[in-house]
């Protein structure tokens, strides 16, 4: 007899971690998308590890991306975490102090090895207690070696089956709140179906296995309901703020009627904004990917004093290298708009961590007698409005903007 008790509840947080290949980006999103999908509220944070690529099984290597979804508008990702799906035991000790009271922690028993434990540099073979970890709802599954058994037949090599073995946990956290698995499946379709149908049918399966394995064991004493919000009719779009912030600088582009020149060099984070335009050809967009931050900001400068509507993007490090072009902008009286995707830390400073860390820079780092309009966005839909609106200083007050 299934004694599963249903709760409803107003919002979740939920943080998917591992290394930075077991796909927790993917994971978080196909859920975050899901429940968008629903009606529910979201915010999101991807937590990309700072190194280039830390040894795997080490704290520094640990990738995580929290999703906070619930029946109204969510502000924010959220503190700490409902639940924390941990791919490995570097994962779990990373994570552990993001925990709320009575939280659920789903670890992959199949990663509790001697060797992780010793990479995670955990003293003892027991995680679980010493991390103190016995008052919360601690649930540890083959996730691992259930994934590969539910692929058995499916012709992939063991390495191809490891890697599903997110797509099995998302298909637990599907069950503990009932989310439907169509969204996924559809998106791993569409995705892998053309070139390699054996990965989206292997994926597939690992979701259902998941789904199973939460449905029929009795490690859950609950599963939950987070009622949908009351949305007005239209059409919705996830939308990240790099991308949003391209489609308003082509909308101001056009709206000014000039054409719209992007030189710039690439950096994390903002990076996916020159990509994003360059796409753009058929609205007249022009990209240049330059040598450097330097060449980027005095293309775009050239291309201004031509008469284009001259953009260049970059984040804290560029910015700096920038600041001299800036002043130039500035007593030329050339319209220019400078974006700058805030990273932690001066100079090269962490490439994966977003942070307001440019602030003082952005207003007070140029010579004297050097004012720009600085426009800050708070959350994506923002960057839309904000780089139109930058746009439209720029143009009209023959000013750069920041």
Avoid at 123 to 143: G, M, S, Y
Avoid at 187 to 196: E, G, V
Avoid at 262 to 269: V, W
Wanted: aromatic letters at 8%; proline letters at 5%.
């Amino acid at each position: 007899m299934n004694e599963n008790k249903v709760q409803e509840l107003q919002d979740v947080v939920i943080r998917f971690s591992g290394d930075s290949g077991d796909g927790m980006q993917l994971t978080g999103t196909l859920f975050s998308d899901t429940s968008a999908l629903l009606g529910n509220g979201i915010s999101t944070f991807p937590d990309y590890p700072a190194e280039i690529r830390a040894p795997q099984g080490t704290v520094a290597g640990v990738s995580g991306f929290q999703v906070h979804f619930g029946a109204k508008r969510q502000l924010n990702p959220g503190d700490f975490c409902d639940v924390l799906i941990a791919m490995n035991p570097a994962a779990l000790k990373a994570n552990r102090k993001w925990l709320k009271p009575g939280a659920t922690v789903i670890l992959d028993e199949d990663s509790i090895t001697e060797e992780h434990l010793r990479k995670a540099g955990f003293a003892t073979l027991d995680p679980i207690r010493e991390l103190n970890l016995e008052d919360f709802n601690v649930v540890v599954p083959n996730i691992t070696e259930m994934t590969k058994a539910a692929l058995a037949d499916s012709g992939l090599d063991n390495k191809a089956m490891v890697k599903c073995k997110n797509m099995f946990a998302l298909g637990i956290c599907f069950y503990l709140y009932n989310r439907p698995e169509d969204h996924a499946k559809r998106y791993l379709d569409s995705k892998f179906a053309k070139k390699n149908p054996a990965i989206a049918e292997a994926n597939k399966r690992a979701i259902d296995a998941g789904y199973n394995y939460a449905a029929n064991t009795h490690q859950f004493a609950n599963t939950y309901t987070v009622a949908s919000g009351q949305m007005e009719k239209g059409t919705y779009r996830s939308i990240s703020g790099n991308v949003a912030t391209a489609w308003g600088l082509c909308a101001a582009s056009e709206k000014s009627g000039l054409p719209l020149f992007c030189g710039s060099y690439p950096i994390t984070p903002a990076t996916v904004i020159l990509e994003e335009l360059a796409k753009r050809k058929d609205l007249g967009v022009k990209t240049v990917q330059a040598e450097d931050e330097i060449a980027g900001i005095c293309t775009a400068i050239g291309a201004s004093f031509a008469g284009n509507f001259a953009v260049t993007t970059t984040s804290g490090p560029g910015l700096s290298l920038k600041s001299e072009a800036l002043g130039l902008a500035v007593m030329t009286e050339l319209p220019l708009v400078v974006v700058d995707v805030q990273r932690g830390g001066p100079s090269t400073g962490l490439p994966t961590k977003t942070e307001q860390s440019d602030l003082q820079q952005a207003l007070y780092g140029r010579n004297g007698e050097s004012p720009v309009a600085v426009i800050a966005a708070s959350m994506p839909s923002d960057c839309f409005h904000y780089a139109f609106e930058a746009g439209r200083i720029a143009m009209e007050h023959m000013t750069p903007v920041v």
